[in-house]
């Protein structure tokens, strides 16, 4: 079974930066594509970034220019670096990767922003 770890996440002032790891328990050069979603609380969760197998990039246009996706395919590793946080993006973060056949998902990780 693949499993999803995530880490990084925490308490930042606003303006502050993070990064977000998540860990695989398989290659991640198997999955179409690997993505952070956040969820905020009382709201849907949401899609933030995604890197596809090829290494494409795209991402939420409220997080555009803040947040890079990136990974290392020896430490079947996929980071979320963020920069210039915002109170609203305050939210549970969660990697999800894409398996063709089905999806998997990570436990989440915290990201509390203060003003």
């Known amino acids: 079974q693949v499993q999803l770890v995530e880490s990084g996440g925490g308490l930042v002032q606003a303006g502050g930066s993070l990064k977000l790891s998540c860990v695989t328990s398989?290659?991640?050069?198997?999955?179409?594509?690997v993505r952070w979603y956040r969820q905020a609380h009382g709201k849907q969760r949401d899609v933030v970034a995604v890197?596809?197998?090829?290494?494409?990039?795209n991402y939420v246009d409220a997080v555009k220019g803040r947040f890079t996706i990136s990974r290392d395919n020896t430490k079947n590793t996929v980071y979320l670096q963020m920069n210039s946080l915002k109170p609203e993006d305050t939210a549970v973060y969660y990697c999800n990767a894409d398996g063709w056949s089905k999806d998997y998902w990570g436990q989440g990780t915290q990201v509390t922003v203060s003003s």
């Open positions: 398989g290659s991640i050069g198997t999955f179409n594509a």
């Open positions: 890197i596809s197998r090829a290494g494409t990039t």
